[in-house]
């Protein structure tokens, strides 16, 4: 059974860093794409970033590029959100997602994921 644990939420200031981290377990997660989601209070689930399973392709929402990097140490089962230049509009709960995937490819859409992390809350705030 896959299981998917995020950590490194927290509370910053406006122009602050964070690094999230999603670990996996039950799961040949070579072989699994990860995306990054968050939801805000009375908000959808957005898409924020997403990595193909070799790492080798990512893909990001326009209003974080630039800001945000996506990364994944397969040896370790472990995919990173690195988000700096942080802004209030940030804040949300963070999730990661994975599902299998094809080599090279990613996903952008929520429904297509399998399997959920319990997600991490970011809050910017001054």
């Known amino acids: 059974q896959v299981q998917l644990v995020e950590s490194g939420g927290g509370l910053v200031q406006p122009g602050g860093s964070l690094r999230l981290s999603c670990a996996a377990s039950?799961?040949?997660?070579?072989?699994?794409?990860v995306g990054w989601f968050r939801q805000g209070p009375g908000k959808d689930r957005e898409f924020v970033a997403a990595?193909?399973?070799?790492?080798?392709?990512?893909s990001y929402l326009d209003s974080v590029k630039g800001r945000f990097t996506i990364s994944r140490d397969n040896a370790k089962n472990t995919v990173y959100l690195q988000m700096n230049s942080l802004k209030t509009e940030d804040t949300a709960y963070y999730y990661c997602?994975?599902?299998?995937?094809?080599?090279?490819?990613?996903?952008?859409?929520?429904?297509?994921?399998?399997?959920w992390g319990q997600g991490t809350q970011v809050t910017v705030s001054s």
């Open positions: 990595i193909s399973r070799g790492g080798d392709t990512t």
């Open positions: 997602g994975a599902r299998f995937a094809y080599p090279g490819t990613y996903y952008e859409n929520p429904s297509d994921y399998n399997f």
């Open positions: 039950g799961v040949i997660f070579g072989t699994y794409g």
